[in-house]
């Protein structure tokens, strides 16, 4: 057994070839370069190279596992993805892109030959050690789509702390709700800050004072 060590760069995969498609005939050298495998399997659609699937056999289960987990360190730097976050969403959060990454999954034989392929007989390396399904061990884990959704939920928590804060704030006297606690208003003396305060007044009831 000879893996693919974590170089980073997935070489195997990374060969170029010229794209035979005559829709671009026209186009430069550069830009009708593709992988050669989607050359060949045109339709794959998934982020990334084709997945490789890794069976092991031959020793107890112990050192089985052990062989699959010796893979899954050697080869990280091929499968892992590269990490990504959005600056402007001021957190530590962040997900894995695959455009350049090779899916592994992994087994036993003895599993493969009790489940079938598509028994939950598959770790992807990235994921939990849970054991999937082929299909459910092909979708990356960290991806783009489980962050949005996570920033989403934050976004929305967040604001329904605001709402709830501004509730606190209502004015003693005509009830109004601010939309925020500190506000700019035009007084005697000029422009000047009003912070409303729980019990406190808004601006037009304190002005009519
Ligand atoms: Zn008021």
């Known amino acids: 057994m000879s893996p693919v060590t974590g170089t980073g760069r997935n070489t195997a995969f990374c060969t170029r070839v010229r794209d035979n498609d005559p829709a671009l005939a026209d186009r430069e050298p550069a830009d009708r370069a593709v992988y050669w495998w989607?050359?060949?399997?045109?339709?794959?659609?998934?982020?990334?190279?084709?997945?490789?699937?890794?069976?092991?056999?031959?020793?107890?289960?112990?050192?089985?596992?052990?062989?699959?987990?010796?893979?899954?360190?050697?080869?990280?730097?091929?499968w892992r993805g590269r990490w990504c976050r959005e600056v402007r969403d001021y957190n530590d959060d962040g997900w894995r892109e695959y455009d350049d990454a090779v899916p592994?999954?992994?087994?036993?034989?003895?599993?493969?030959?009790?489940?079938?392929?598509?028994?939950?007989?598959?770790?992807?390396?990235?994921?939990?050690?849970a054991r999937y399904s082929l299909l459910d061990a092909l979708e990356s884990p960290d991806t783009r789509e489980a962050y949005d959704e996570r920033q989403e939920a934050g976004e929305e928590k967040a604001r329904q702390v605001h709402r709830e804060l501004m509730r606190t704030l209502a004015c003693a006297d005509c009830g109004n709700v601010p939309t925020q606690e500190s506000t700019l208003e035009y007084g005697p003396q000029g422009r000047q800050g009003w912070t409303r305060c729980p019990g406190g007044r808004c601006w037009s009831c304190h002005e009519k004072e």
């Open 38 to 78: 989607r050359r060949t399997w045109p339709g794959h659609t998934r982020a990334g190279h084709p997945p490789v699937a890794l069976v092991v056999t031959d020793a107890g289960p112990v050192a089985l596992a052990n062989r699959q987990q010796a893979v899954a360190d050697l080869s990280a730097g091929c």
């Open 104 to 129: 592994v999954i992994t087994t036993t034989l003895e599993l493969l030959a009790e489940y079938g392929p598509m028994g939950p007989v598959w770790w992807r390396y990235g994921r939990d050690e």
